[in-house]
């Protein structure tokens, strides 16, 4: 369930939030007393959706369109300009897109992305004409300099001299006109999306197609309940009074469900931690620059992200964006890769625009459990990653009894960051239809190279002069992620497939030494005939 977001627009929506008062015994949230409201602000990238194009009759290049972590000056420009200063320069090979822009275009095209490739190539061409221009004066302030050191004429020094002033009157306004120019180039192309994987289907969501069908629906000869019914029937869910506390899409677990919950990310941390990953709790405040930098990108006005007004911090929409910033600006050693995490948190999303009866209870929440997973490795590793990921998800998912199909997700319906995706959709009886659990995402060197997460390949080369060793230049990692267990829709699964005709739940034997011997869910209230 991949969140797609991505800051920088200027769109901006506010929810406030009441402060707790300095006197209550509650006061310190976030570390300090609040003297203010806080606000929540949902932040909405332009970038929306446009037709996409037939697939390619070759295969797109690799290339990520991305960034290092280098920081520059706070923009200082009104609202009233439409170019807003990045707080990060992106390393964006655009001598690449020029070389590729048939290729970069119907990417684009393809990914239902709104990028400008016309306007970046304009300002790229623009950029390189005064940065030549910029270089040139500066040659030029250079010999006027090395002339001055010699013994002069008053007259010719006087000459240098203003010549030199008049080159750097020009220098300073053309270095002015480069870092606008840069800016906008940057602001411009951090719209365009990472390529496709060749082999994705192009087209929008109803493009997609099946990998793997495992399992048959579960045959029922009683009328089958859905999640919401069960859990009132069962006193797990408490709707209404989250929604007196905290507004809609937001619920209280009880009893049982409390301990599923726990049961399922234990379980779920256990089995990931057998195959080689490093477990890890994460800060669920971050700041909005490393969102950015993982590449997340809104679809149309929507926008999933809370932010803090007043602040450079907002919540997490996944564990990916914390977890992708653990290496944030660093070099690794090759010997160090690949590198797995499996991280569980809390996770927090707008839900902008959700709406309907295929939203109703846990499915879609404004704030929920996870377990993720993710890797960082050696490009050349990446592919088999992303089958491993998908591998343990399928295994996990079997192992509960779940029916479920696994997708590779059309183009249209990939985020900027994924060169490729594959969802993982159970069968939910109650709700009547597949419901999305998971997804498996590889993003290649996009998120690297935008959060500075290099490594050094582990041979040297040698001068043959010198005779002395050279480090290799450094490379990006690739890097990719997956969900194990999403879970409140992991609970409506295991509720609405193991409800039983005497109104109980059975637990899954996996689950069972996680939740206390527990076999089945009772109900507390006397059922109807």
């Known amino acids: 369930m991949g969140l797609q977001c991505f800051f920088g627009g200027t769109t901006i929506q506010t929810l406030r939030m009441a402060v707790i008062p300095a006197s209550s015994s509650s006061r310190f949230i976030f570390g300090k007393p609040l003297s203010k409201t806080l606000t929540l602000n949902s932040l909405s990238r332009r ?18 369109f991305s960034s290092t972590a280098e920081q520059t000056a706070p923009s200082t420009e009104s609202v009233e300009n439409r170019m807003v200063k990045p707080q990060w320069k992106a390393a964006i090979d655009f001598k690449w897109i020029r070389d590729n822009k048939d290729a970069v275009a119907l990417n684009i095209k393809n990914r239902n992305s709104n990028a400008n490739l016309e306007l970046v190539l304009e300002l790229y061409e623009k950029m390189l004409a005064v940065q030549k221009e910029v270089e040139r004066l500066r040659g030029e302030r250079n010999v006027v300099a090395n002339k001055m050191k010699g013994k002069l004429e008053p007259l010719e020094r006087q000459k240098l001299v203003k010549e030199g002033k008049n080159l750097k009157d020009g220098l300073i306004t053309l270095e002015e006109d480069l870092l606008k120019l840069s800016d906008e180039l940057q602001q411009e192309a951090q ?93 669920e405040l971050v700041r909005s620059s490393v969102v950015e930098k993982c590449g997340f990108q809104p679809r149309g006005e929507n926008t999933q992200v809370y932010t803090v007004e007043g602040s450079d911090q907002c919540l997490i929409g996944t564990a990916e964006i914390p977890v992708g910033g653990i290496h944030m600006d660093s070099i690794l050693a090759e010997s160090m890769l690949p590198l797995k995490y499996v991280a569980f948190s809390h996770c927090f999303r707008t839900e902008a625009g959700a709406a309907g009866t295929a ?100 041979e040297s080369s040698t001068n043959p002069k010198k005779g002395k060793g050279k480090l290799a230049p450094t490379k990006f990692v690739h890097t990719l992620n997956a969900t194990a267990c999403a879970i409140p829709r992991m609970i409506i699964c295991l509720l609405e497939n193991y409800q039983q005709k005497d109104g109980s739940v059975v637990i899954p034997v996996p689950l069972r030494p996680f939740i206390g011997g527990l076999e089945r869910i009772a109900p507390k209230f006397p059922q109807d005939e």
């Open 191 to 283: 719209c365009i999306p990472n390529m496709t994987h060749p082999d994705v289907p192009i087209g929008e969501e109803d493009c997609s197609t099946m990998r793997k069908m495992v399992g048959s629906p579960h045959e029922f000869s009683f009328p089958v309940k859905d999640h919401l019914q069960l859990g009132k029937e069962l006193d797990l869910f408490e709707f209404d009074a989250a929604a007196e506390v905290s507004g809609s899409k937001f619920y209280y677990l009880k009893n049982e469900a409390v301990m599923l919950e726990m049961a399922l990310v234990n379980w779920t941390l256990s089995e990931v931690m057998k195959r080689g990953f490093t477990p890890l709790t994460t800060p």
């Open 47 to 64: 970038c929306s959706s446009i037709n996409y194009l037939k697939k390619p009759p070759f295969t797109l290049l690799i290339k990520a």
């Open 359 to 458: 939203t109703r209870g846990l499915y879609r929440v404004h704030q929920f459990s996870k377990v993720e997973m993710f890797i960082l490795c050696q490009p050349e590793e990446s592919e088999s990653y992303h089958e491993e990921l998908i591998k343990i998800e399928e295994d996990l998912f079997s192992s509960l009894g779940l029916h479920y199909k696994t997708i590779d997700m059309a183009s249209g319906d990939l985020g900027a960051p994924a060169y490729r995706k594959f969802d993982v959709e159970a069968w939910m009886p109650g709700l009547g239809r597949y419901g999305e659990i998971s997804s498996a995402s590889n993003c290649t060197d996009y998120q690297s190279r935008r959060l500075g997460i290099r490594y050094r390949p582990s």
